[in-house]
């Protein structure tokens, strides 16, 4: 069955700047797409790029989108181009919304991880959290001095009620002598796992630290583009791949190659839209759990709430997640002129 598609950009500011060893960040931009047949349904995908994290450009997704054919069948899906990832994970996923609305999800709860922000207001957005129940933290480092940084691990740490823990991410900002102290001050202590320790390019040394310390490592961005997470795997790295489906493609794809590998996935957002985060999250749910906090702390984090997904708490049910509408977001996003 053919079906039509358009294509509106837009850009949505953060509640409050997101600080990583990145730096600020403070709006996201991205395109929506609507696909609809002759019978009058229509569905939504979210095209949400991080070309730091290997995705293609924004510029790159609109002028793919401004190509499309007047129609398109579930084969153009295979045709869209592995250096267009994110173009992938939208147009499946609406594709399979629009096609495939019924098709159930496993039924059960899934535990999200909150997102502590950098620095000392980590502490008390740790409370926060506590108190609403969640018990798994997820706390970005490597942005401020790292002995304060590694203070500041200890108090919270020492906050952490008995059966919580702590993951560090740090965005691939140190090197290896700094690693080592952190995995020093990590040892024996409620640390989930540690985070892109390292940059882009240069694991090697993470290797080297899994046989030195019994914190567990985890790799992010080295594997957010699907043929560097197929490189990992192949070359059987035993630690935790921290996974973002909005950046991996084919989510069909996806999930089968963690089927076919003994491998840990913790599935996690890309601060998309409540359009990306919903597809994201159904992905996750779709996959074998493994009892680990998915990392969606992002839930809310646009100033305009009519782009968040509603909180769902420290859990999310996957019969919440089927039954959310897309709401209108569509309205919100702007039609690109056809010279884009």
Known sequence: MSVRCEYRAYRA???QPLITAHGAWAEREGVLLRLHDDDGRSALGEIAPLPAWGSETLAAALAFCASLPPSIDESFLQTIPAGLPCCRFAFETA??????????LPVRQIP????????????????????????????????????????????????????????????????????????EACEGRAVEYIEQPFPVGHEEPI?????????????????????????????????????????????????????SYEAEAVFSSAFETAIGAKAALTVAARAEPSGRAVGFGTIGCFADERLNLPDPGPTLSTKWLARLASGPLWELSSPVPRAA
Request: net charge neutral; hydrophobic share 50%; no cysteine.
């Open 13 to 15: 500011a953060f509640r």
């Open 95 to 104: 594709w399979d919304a629009l096609h495939r609305p019924a098709s159930p």
């Open 112 to 183: 999200l991880a909150a997102l502590l922000p950098a620095g000392p207001t980590a502490v008390a957005a740790l409370d926060r959290a506590v108190a609403r129940g969640h018990t798994t933290m997820k706390w970005k480092v490597g942005v401020g001095d790292d002995a304060a940084e590694r203070a500041l691990l200890a108090e919270l740490l020492d906050r952490l009620p008995s059966g919580s823990r702590l993951r560090v991410d740090a965005n691939g900002a140190w090197d290896l002598a700094t690693a080592r102290l952190w995995l």
């Open 207 to 259: 290797l080297q630290l899994d046989n030195e310390f019994s914190t567990r490592l985890a790799l992010d961005e080295s594997v957010s583009h699907p043929d560097d997470l197929r490189r990992w795997l192949d070359f059987g790295w035993g630690g935790i791949y921290v996974v973002k489906p909005a950046l991996a493609g084919s989510p069909r794809r996806l999930l089968r190659l963690f089927e």
